[in-house]
């Protein structure tokens, strides 16, 4: 049976040592890293998402801020909150929780958060990890990089296969697999040779939102397994890409869904915002 990497647990390390770093950060500079995230709307899933990076924030001593904006804010008075957060000196991360409204353009917002305090990395989203020394990677792909990492599997040379190519996880993970010197596959829905590619994978990475898209078959023996996909079952339940119980049975190392990817991507929010409160010093 695989080992599970628990999400939990790695995140819970990451927000111990992350503390003493805002610690020894605030003692330096007179003030802790900041962190702002903005809803717009009352999206349920939005909704806790926020609650859970906010959680995260407070937990690691971060000075935190939350702007709930009604659903009929228009995009306007939204470039004009993102312009004062990102010239407000008690502001490192800046972070807009989407899916944002019909009626605003997400790319415009998404362009007009500053570079330097854009800790969801969706510049380095669009500019596959290429962009400057200000630019943060994207927080699940870093969260997935991490979580491969802590098998103690080695990433460079490894064959690995991402299934997926959106512009979230799919196409930034690749890139900085590439940085990590993978040797990398990227399958995606024009893929033929899907169960090939995947029987050849030392490192499997799902994120298509397909549920049971990966059946234990499919897995190499001993393959590191990271199932980034959310989807609910006929039942209400939240399941992954990966047929977990089948392919655990094959599979080296194997996140579960709930509780895997999820808690590590809110941790990198943190590590995210830390990191910017460092470059801007």
């Known amino acids: 049976m695989a080992q599970i990497i628990d999400g939990k647990a790695l995140a819970a390390a990451q927000y111990d040592a992350m503390r003493l770093e805002v610690e020894g950060y605030a003692?330096?500079?007179?003030?802790?890293?900041?962190?702002?995230?903005?809803?717009?709307?009352?999206?349920?899933?939005?909704?806790?998402?926020?609650?859970?990076k906010?959680?995260?924030?407070?937990?690691?001593?971060?000075?935190?801020?939350?702007?709930?904006?009604?659903?009929?804010?228009?995009?306007?008075?939204?470039?004009?909150l993102i312009s004062?957060?990102?010239?407000?000196?008690?502001?490192?991360?800046?972070?807009?929780?989407?899916?944002?409204?019909?009626?605003?353009?997400?790319?415009?917002?998404?362009?007009?958060?500053?570079?330097?305090?854009?800790?969801?990395?969706?510049?380095?989203?669009?500019?596959g990890i290429t962009a400057g020394p200000d630019t943060v990677p994207p927080c699940t792909p870093r969260a997935v990089v991490s979580m491969i990492k802590s098998t103690g599997q080695p990433i460079d040379g490894a064959h690995v296969l991402v299934i997926g190519r959106g512009m979230l996880v799919g196409k930034p993970l690749s890139a900085l697999l590439l940085k990590e010197n993978a040797t990398l596959s990227v399958a995606h829905s024009h893929t033929k040779n899907l169960k090939e590619l995947s029987l050849s994978?030392?490192?499997?990475?799902?994120?298509?939102?397909?549920?049971?898209?990966?059946?234990?078959?499919?897995?190499?023996?001993?393959?590191?397994?990271?199932?980034?996909?959310?989807?609910?079952?006929?039942?209400?339940?939240?399941?992954?890409?990966?047929?977990?119980?089948?392919?655990?049975?094959?599979?080296?190392?194997?996140t579960p869904v709930p509780g895997g990817v999820g808690p590590m991507t809110i941790a990198m929010v943190i590590r995210n915002t830390i990191d910017c409160a460092i470059r801007h010093m």
């Open 84 to 127: 004062r957060l990102n010239a407000d000196s008690r502001i490192d991360g800046v972070l807009v929780q989407l899916p944002l409204p019909d009626h605003i353009d997400r790319e415009a917002v998404i362009a007009a958060i500053d570079p330097g305090k854009d800790v969801d990395g969706f510049a380095g989203m669009k500019l």
């Open 201 to 254: 994978a030392d490192i499997l990475v799902s994120a298509t939102g397909h549920r049971g898209l990966v059946s234990g078959d499919m897995v190499k023996p001993g393959a590191v397994v990271i199932d980034v996909g959310i989807s609910r079952t006929p039942e209400g339940k939240i399941a992954g890409d990966v047929d977990f119980e089948a392919a655990s049975k094959r599979a080296g190392w194997i």
């Open 27 to 52: 003692s330096k500079y007179g003030r802790p890293p900041g962190l702002c995230a903005v809803l717009v709307g009352d999206d349920p899933a939005s909704t806790i998402y926020v609650r859970n």
């Open 54 to 80: 906010e959680n995260a924030a407070r937990k690691v001593g971060l000075y935190s801020e939350v702007h709930r904006l009604p659903a009929e804010t228009t995009q306007e008075e939204l470039l004009s």
